[in-house]
């Protein structure tokens, strides 16, 4: 309603305009007094035409406010847009630009009018820039292409630039687009990109990605060759195409269930068959790729040779077979500890002497069928040779599987692994009851017997004397007495020496008699 009653106000004001107009003009047309309709009409026609003339006018003053304030717009535009524009002559002289491109170039744009745009550029630059301007001017489609500028503290500045010939095709008129940012980005992806492929080079194993289905998709260059295929036989194949069957059955079973479950790969060993036909063991590991939505993309994983480690462990593992079997094939009592003093293997025979089970018998389970009376000896004894890492041995009775004690010889070393540590103790026992009984015999007859009966070490020192002995010499010989320094004394008794040493029985000359009673 008020745009209405605005625009009847604008027609008023617009006529009452065009009549004072019209009484100002003079006019020498005359009709006759008669003809009042005639001079009506005439009136109204040049009031209208007065009209048209006043609109015309203010439409006329209207488009050139509107032109002024198109090129104010089209000035903004060309001067503070994001590009830089550039209008360049055949022999790359920048005939105008804007201010963007004077502030990508870092120079004033009065500066930069009518200079030479290849003398910004270094040599190799400036062989790129004239080459596309040679593109243009040849009239070709539109021209890009990338330049690289150097200012002071070695700051660099990347550009694309694209052009095109202009409607007069006296120029070349250029768009410059910064694309630092981007550049160094690439750069330092780039470095990164070495980096982990230097990394990958020297730890020596394979990095590889598959997408859902399970395919290669991706294969870095070293590590591969551990299986001397290309990445052409590699890439969009299955882990599974190069494992044997029954591998390749048991292996997919175990991943396709990890990925079902959007699960880690963690130290999955896998046999693989290189191109050579030879077979590789690899310690497989791998994260889930996801998109956004969690959907399972594939896997990015590492695969490691372990080939020589697993040999290693399997020539081990026989060897230990071949160690028990030897070990059960004796007469001995074989037993170990850890470092814990536990017991933690006995062997068949022990087992089948005491009549008991190996989960019976390990940790201290196998003292059950120590004597009572040799408990505290046999313990301590133990515990003081494996705190000083040092050998022992010791008798003791240990419960047969009839249920009678037996005597038992036990010699236990200190036990090291390859690489000199201390690990536990080994021990082998034997049954010495009959041996026991055969000394105990031996015991009675020498202390019955009525001749003097001495039994010495290899150094002469009296280790036994029978009463008979005793009652001779009147008195036990102190520790350090030896009968060898007797025989010394005499040269036909010295060279007895050597032959009593050896072992040999000596029956000593009736002169022979010292006693040390004094």
């Not at 390859?418 to 000394?439: A, L, P, Q, V, W």
Request: glycine share 6%.
């Amino acid at each position: 309603m008020k745009k209405k009653e605005q625009v009847k106000e604008s027609f008023i004001l617009l006529r009452e305009k065009a009549i004072e107009i019209l009484e100002k003009k003079a006019t020498t047309v005359e009709f006759p007094a008669s003809d009042h309709e005639v001079l009506k009409l005439i009136h109204e026609l040049q009031v209208h035409q007065i009209e048209l003339e006043l609109q015309n006018e203010e439409l006329i003053q209207a488009k050139a406010k509107e032109a002024d304030l198109a090129a104010e717009k089209y000035i903004a535009l060309y001067d503070f847009a994001p590009s830089g524009y550039f209008t360049i002559s055949r022999e790359g002289e920048i005939v105008d630009l804007n201010l963007s491109g004077a502030e990508m170039l870092c120079k004033e744009r009065s500066f930069l009018r009518n200079t030479i745009l290849t003398s910004l550029f270094s040599t190799e630059n400036q062989a790129i820039f004239k080459r596309f301007l040679v593109d243009v001017f040849a009239g070709r489609r539109k021209q890009i292409c990338e330049l690289m500028l150097e200012f002071a503290e070695n700051k660099r500045s990347y550009f694309h630039l694209s052009g095109k010939l202009s409607i007069g095709k006296d120029y070349c008129l250029a768009t410059m687009i910064d694309i630092t940012d981007r550049k160094l980005a690439e750069e330092k992806l780039k470095k990164s990109e070495e980096r982990m492929e230097d990394i990958i080079f020297s730890l020596g194993d394979w990095v590889w990605e598959l997408d859902k289905n399970g395919v290669y998709t991706y294969s870095s260059k070293h590590g591969i060759d551990q299986f001397g295929y290309s990445l052409d036989d590699v890439i969009g194949k299955t882990p599974f195409d190069f494992m044997p069957p029954d591998e390749a059955a048991r292996i997919s079973a175990i991943f396709y269930e990890l990925a079902a479950q959007k699960s880690i790969v963690k130290d999955l060993e896998n046999w693989n068959i290189r191109k050579d036909g030879k077979k590789i063991c690899m310690l497989t590991n791998a994260v889930p790729i996801l998109d956004n939505d969690g959907n399972l993309m594939g896997y990015r994983g590492v695969d490691k040779d372990i080939t020589k480690r697993k040999q290693a462990e399997i020539e081990l593992q026989e060897q230990e077979v071949q160690y028990r079997n030897l070990a059960n094939s004796g007469l001995s009592l074989i037993w170990t500890s850890g470092t814990d003093k536990l017991c933690n293997y006995f062997n068949t025979s022990w087992l089948k002497f005491t009549g008991r089970t190996l989960e019976e018998e390990i940790g201290n389970g196998w003292t059950e069928g120590v004597h009572p009376e040799d408990f505290d000896r046999c313990l301590e004894t133990y515990v003081t040779a494996f705190d000083k890492c040092e050998p022992f041995e010791m008798e003791y009775r240990l419960r047969h599987a009839s249920g009678e004690y037996r005597w038992i010889l036990d010699m236990g070393t200190p036990n090291f692994n390859g690489s000199g540590e201390f690990i536990g103790y080994i021990g082998n026992c034997f049954d010495i009851t009959e041996r026991k009984h055969s000394e105990a015999m031996l015991n009675a007859i020498i202390e019955k017997n009525p001749m003097s009966i001495q039994i010495v070490d290899k150094e002469g020192h009296l280790l036994q004397g029978n009463p008979a002995f005793n009652k001779l010499f009147g008195s036990i010989p102190p520790p350090d007495f030896s009968i060898f320094d007797d025989l010394r004394k005499n040269k036909e008794l010295e060279q007895l020496i050597p032959r009593v040493k050896s072992g040999e029985v000596v029956q000593l000359p009736d002169i022979y008699y010292n006693p040390h009673d004094g």
